[in-house]
Structure formats: C-alpha cells, structure tokens
C-alpha cells in the first residue's frame, strides 16, 4: 500500500503534524509536490505538501489522497529538508515554512465558490424574497461558480445579506471550493467557454477541459494543460470547432532593468591589502568542507570587489553563488555591480519585486539559468544547486532576522545550506556583530582584514559637537553652528554631504502645552508623531492617525505644542539656511513607492542634489565618491533601546554612516550632534576603533551572560486582554520551570520574566515576554517543542498569541 505522508495547509497549531494517506496508483505524486486531501470536520479538501511516500500499513481509517496539484515537485530534496529544518528550529507551522520556500507566483489557495441549482421548480422560485431572487438569476447567468465575494457584490448586497443563507438553506445553490491558482502568466492566453459548446460532440480530453471550464469560467491555456494533464493542441483543435474562444490578457509588468550582457568585462584588480584577503578567503574555498570566514574591512575598503573575484572564481569552477544583502535600498548599486559583470547569469530576488517578476527569477534559478542570486533574507532559501559560496554582506545587519513566521535568522539557514553543499560561507562588514568576531578571534572561522581604505584616504576626521553647550545656527533648532559651517564649505566646493536623523516625522512628541500630558495612540503605549505633509499625528506601530489640531485627550484644551525634531523639521531648517541647497528627503514616507530609492539615489549620484537627509536608510553600504561630510544628529537617539544588543547596533549604525563620506579621491569629515559627548559606545564609534568596542562588549556580555556566551529565547504572548495575556505568561513560565526540573535537569537554563515588552501595548495588544538563556542543541529544543505542545493542550483564549524567537549565535 502505498503512503503518502503529508502537512496540511491552514491545520490549527494543535493538529499541526504530518498525517499518513492512502496514495492510490492513480495519483502520480511525489515528495514535495501539493495535493488535496479530505481534512478536518466535514473532510473538506485542504491542500497538503507531501514530505515522503512509502510503503506501509494503512493506518486504521486512513483517508486517501484526493488530487494531484502539482506534477513535478515544488520542492527539490534540498527544499523539504529545508522545510523541515525551518520547522524544527524555528517552532513555525508546517506551512509557513512551506510558504517560505515556495514563490508566491506558485501559491494557490481555496476559496469558497457557490453554484446554482438547475431547472427547479419556476413557482418556489416566485416564492423567494427579492433578493435572493435576484442572486439566484445572477449565478444561473453565469457559468459554473461563482465566488462568493463576487456573486454578492454583482447583486449588490452586503456579505452578511440572508439572502445567500436563504439559498443555500432551501437548497437553490451549493457551496464548492475552488482551487485557485495564482500563476501569474506573462502575457497570458486565457480560454472560456463559448455559447452552445455542449452540441459539439467531443472527446474525453476535451470533456476534462469543458468540466475545468464550466467550473472556474476561465482559465489560461496554461492553467487548463496543467490541470487536466492534455496537451495545447487538444485546446487548439476545440478553438477551430467552436467550443472555446482564445483571447490575450496582459499583466502588466515592468521591464527588467538588467542588462543582457556583461558590460564589465575587465579583469578586477585588487590593491595589495586586497589580495591578500582574497588569497586567504579562496584558499579557504577551494576547502572540501564547509568553512565559514569573516571579512572584516574598514568602511570603503572595498569588499565588495573582493567577494566580486571570489564569485568569479566560484562559477569558475563550476559553481554557483548565493550573495546576501541586508536591505532593498542598497540593492540598486550592488544589483548593478552584479549585472554589469556577470549579465543574465545574475537573479535577483527581493520582497519588493512584483509576483512575476520573482517568479521569472525564481524559474530562472531553478532551471539553473541564473548561477548567481542576489537578494535579501528570503534569498537564502533560493532553490539554487551546487552552491559553492554564500555571501553575507552587512553580516550584522538585524534584517537578516525575520519578524513574522517562518522566525528565523538568514545566517543560520545559510551555515547549514553551507555545509550541505559544503560550501564556503563568507560573512563581510566593517563592523561585524559580536558573535562572529568573538568566532573569528577563537579561530572557529577564518578572519581577513582589510584595515584600510581603497583609495588610500584615511578614515573620516571625526569632530563631537556637545548641543547641551553648542551655539546653534541662526534661526534653527536643531543644527549647531559648527554643523551648518562644514555643510557650507562642503556646497562651496560642490560636494555633496549626507545628514543621518534617526527619526521620521517632524516633530517626534506632540504635548498638551496647558496639562504637559503627551498625546498617546489609543491603542499603543506610544507617543504620536506628528506628520507635516499631511498635518496628521500618526502611530508607527499601527497607523492609527489623528488630525494635527485635535484636542488634548485628557484636558480637552486645544493647545497642543510640538517638541523634539524629525526630518521634515530639519529640511525645513535646511531650506532656510541654504536656500540654493538642493536637498533630497530619504525616510520611509518618501520611499513608500517601489522605485523611489532607485530614483532617489540615482539623482543623488547622479549630483542632482548637494544633500540627502535621511534615516538608517542613508547610513549604510551606499558609495557616492563625492560624498565629503557627514552629519548625524541626536546621535544618542538608539543608545537606550532596552535590547541587549542597542549598544552594538549604535556603534554600527554610526561607523556606518560616518563611513560614507571621503570613500573617492576627497578625505571626508563627520560631525557628530550628541547630548552625551562622553558616552562611551560614541566615543569608540566616532574613533571608529572596532577592536576597542568589541573588547569591551565582549567583556560585558561574558558576565551578563548574553550570546555568543549563551542562546537567547524569547517568548511573547499578547491579547487585548492584558490578564489573560499576563496569566499565559505565568503559566508558561511555572509549566517551563516544572519540565526543566523534571526532565531536563542537566540543561543550562535560565528563565528571565515574564515582563512587559517594551512597548507594552501595540495595536491594542498588551504584550509580556520571557527570556530564556540557554544553549541551542537538541535537548533544549525538545523541551521547547514539549513546551508547544503543552501550551495547544491549554485552550487559551483564541485571542491569545503566542510568538516565538530563537536568538540563536552561529
Ligand atoms: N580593486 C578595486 N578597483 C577599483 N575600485 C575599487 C577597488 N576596490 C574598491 N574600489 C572602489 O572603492 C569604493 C569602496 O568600495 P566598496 O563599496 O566595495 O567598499 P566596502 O568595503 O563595501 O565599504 P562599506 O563597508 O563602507 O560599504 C568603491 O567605489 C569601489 O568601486
Ligand atoms: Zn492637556
Ligand atoms: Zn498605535
């Protein structure tokens, strides 16, 4: 008997499991291909990825495979264990990892469909009300079902109208699922069927088309092969009969920006320091086994060119290169350095392309047409063969950890895709995060330096302005006079500089200036920020917005003042100091549209603007040689995040930035606006000195127990009810404390918590957390994994959440 063993789509987190079915001979499926199964209450079909078939005893009852949804797998051997691996460190459902390997290009889903019942009785019809009369006519005049969603609003009724209830009741209309494919086709060519198509006689090919048909109305002739397994010419030949009507549909779709060929063709030459790196790394690659290395370099040391010889060298040897970069503003000019060598062997994929773009890209990998991908963190699942090198650029950039299920770290999926293909993975930065340099320094991964700068500058002069004591410049509130000095001797000689303002906005708080009371979001325990270009304060948690003149929620008084500062009030500013300046504004409001970073930077390097003022997105991996200054203000804006790792992320961010400027033939020159001028993270970060930093993080992190010395596990529940989320956390936290002495005994634990989150409330959902420091093997996850399961069998509220993360350290 043969078994096919299965995951369910949408399967509540308690059922959430491999199941065994029948798979009769009739049904061609394979492990990693989708099908449906009968499922749950009812058996509704669901679909289902198969893990495995194999021969077995049918388990008592066991239902059977009911469709075949894709005839070549989706998922290649590497891809199911991929998924499994997802699953088992990640503690994700099955299908959220599955959706996480799969392009959405290739996802289908279910979706209700309703159908009329022929030839009833004419005088029950007259019976009907109005309005179910109404719907009745407008599915009969349609072909097959219709969804429901769509009936509904063709009849014009609301979703919660009874006039559908009434239909279904009396037995006018059924309900169907339909599987809806969401292959999005180029230029598709759809089918439908055509008036008087049953007189024709046909064949039983024909006959699985028309049933297609009849059920989903159309169809592209793609879809319909695909479905029904014939082939274009049984379509073709019901065209000429009459049955079938062909016409285009075009999505539509932007033009690819890639090159065909190769424009850079040269050789790459290295200076010195870089050739001795990139001996070292392709020593390190051309290793039979799997190897991790660190490029550490200094900003504008040029890595990029290193990793560039190295990919060459890869594909040289037959291999393919998977390169990783930390955010979609920086994939422009990285993109272009890629095409321009390596043509239309480069596939890039990103969470901004639309579905068939990244389905292209995706085909084109997994037909082995592209050898190289670049992309963000769900590159790092690209269905890609033969990997012989993995590249993390920014290695300790945070977006490489994922915020929504699957939960996991991209470095961690790459270190073991790596050492599958026994391939070597290169983490790069210039300011690497304490884990790796602590592993580069314990010899566990090989560690290149460049410690100086490509053309031959020195690192940019750093000046600390104190704004407790500073002298502002004239009419600003914001800049001090030193600042606004430098960024006029900068437009003098036609530089160009880049002003960093870790926030967005204009004003950050907005304050009732009779009672002092902050304006808060209802549903956050956050302040509001206010928004010029729209006069509206808005929450950045939920985007919950209120108009900028409302009254003080607790006085009521209308007097509401605005304090601090955002980069609108700062282009403001700057307009007034420089009226000839031209400035470009770069923060998420002015970046929401697909191609304004494209379009923003290209200006910019183009020397369209003097200035760019901007948030994080400013501050890191771009390279404008003409960049001479650099400006941060309120440096000290993400030095008390409550995060173990604020400290870290601070000294990066302003390394980074100060790092953008003096990177062509020009030195460059940083200002940097504190409150806290003798801080140390700023003190090291404006010297720029790494190895300072890391000795005294590291030191702080072996007593506070913090990774690389332990692993860090937090756990979050929120509800809009604050006691219920407060008493799962206990729970959980007794249940934790109770199976760690029980069974576990031996593990290095520690339970921190619960506490509240920070912000408490968000989206109206209070939030406590558990940190747990332990170790990441086995036995830790198995207590987690008895940890998930106790927590299904408790029947929480169905509001309550639970959300898992796994600091996990290479
Ligand atoms: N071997 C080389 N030949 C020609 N140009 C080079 C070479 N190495 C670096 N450069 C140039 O030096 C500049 C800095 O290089 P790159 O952007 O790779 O630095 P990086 O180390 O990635 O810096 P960061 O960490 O600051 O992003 C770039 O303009 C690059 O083109
Ligand atoms: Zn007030
Ligand atoms: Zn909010």
Redesign the pocket.
Known sequence: MKLAQVVVDKASPAYDKPYDYLLPDSIPARAGCRVLVPFGAGSRSRIAMVLEIREGEAPARAKAVAALLDPEPLLSEEGLWLLRLLHDTTFCGWFDAVRALVVPGAGMKLELGITPVRGLDPEALALLPPDARRLYEILCARRGAVLEQRALAAAGLSADAPALAELLERGFAKREQLVRKRIVDERAVMARLLEGYGEHPHTEKQQKIVELLEQVGCASVRELCYFTGVTRAVVDRMRKSGMVELYEELTPRRASPRTAGPTDTGP????PS?QAAFDLLSKVGRSPKAEVSLLH?V???????VFLRLIEETLSRGRAALVLIPEISLTPQTVSKFSARFGSLVAVLHSSLSMTERFDEWQRIRGGAARIVVGTRSAVMAPLENIGLIVIDEEQEHTYHSESAPRYHARDIAKHRAVRHRAHLLLCS?TPSIESYYYALSGKYHLAC?PER??GNLLPEVLTVDMKTAPLAAGSQTLSEELCEQLRETFERREQAILLLNRRGYHTLVKCSSCGEVYRCPNCSIPLTYHAANRRMICHYCGHSVPADAPCPSCKSAMLRQTGVGTQRVEEELHALFPDARVLRMDMDTTMSRFAHERGFGAFSRGEYDLMIGTQMVAK?L?F?NVTLVGVLAADQSLYAEDFRGYERTFSLITQVV?RCG?GDKPGRAVIQTFDPENRILTLAAAQDYRAFYQEEIGYRRVGLYPPFCDIACVVFSSVEEAEAVRAARDYASRFVELAREQYSGLPLRLLGPAECSPYRVAGRYRCRLLVKCRGDRSTRSLFAGLFEWYYAQRFAAALTLDFYYDSNV
């Open positions: 790459i030459c290295l200076s870089q370099g900003t504008g040391s040029g890595k990029t060119q210039a460049l490509y053309s991996g390279d040689p790092g990177r």
